[in-house]
């Protein structure tokens, strides 16, 4: 919709309907120029929340974003599919992304070993060597090994550590993964937090 045009007819029927008032015998000329430019400004006003609420929708279109969320989508609702044991698995975009960025199917994750599954406000997806989850902001992190199963042990993003905030990352002697609320480092052979 073109704003402008909208806007432009309110502003020619007030400007008519002055002409008209100006030209008038009647008496009643003021209430009529007034009446007029009142429905010039309601027109005005109606057209611009139409623009408002049509660019809204616009925005919203082309970001691909959805109000709604639902399994297996990401923060901004969008999806990919990778490649499974039986077949493609959609997943959220961000757990795609992160899979290539890891080497995809050749990568050591290997392959889902099953389907996205929502935990809290956010989303874990499995694989062969590891798990990705997903933060309520959209940030897709790795855990993986005898660190992914403490963190389990311990109730995964739902218990007092929270959420992943980096990938997991080898240190001297093993690895080391930081969350929200602290550590879990498997070294040596020894857990440590």
Do not use: H
């Amino acid at each position: 919709m073109n704003v402008k045009k909208t806007l432009a007819y309110p502003a020619i029927v007030g400007m008519l309907a002055l002409s008209v008032a100006a030209c008038s015998d009647d008496n009643d000329v003021a209430g009529q120029a007034g009446d007029a430019a009142n429905q010039a400004t309601s027109a005005a006003g109606e057209a611009g929340a139409s623009a408002t609420e049509a660019a809204g929708d616009a925005a919203a279109s082309a970001t691909g974003s959805d109000s709604e969320g639902g399994e297996g989508e990401g923060a901004n609702g969008e999806t990919a599919e990778i490649e499974g044991p039986d077949g493609p698995v959609e997943v959220p975009k961000t757990v795609a992304d992160k899979y290539e960025e890891l080497g995809g199917k050749t990568g050591y994750l290997g392959a889902p070993t099953g389907e996205t599954q929502t935990v809290g406000e956010g989303q874990r997806q499995d694989f062969d060597g590891g798990t990705i989850f997903v933060d309520p902001e959209g940030n897709a992190y790795v855990v993986q090994g005898k660190i992914l199963e403490r963190y389990e042990e311990q109730g995964g993003p739902e218990s007092e550590l929270g959420w992943p905030t980096a990938d997991e990352k080898p240190q001297e002697g093993g690895w080391i993964s930081t969350f929200q609320n602290g550590n879990i480092t498997f070294v040596n052979g020894e857990y440590g937090e």
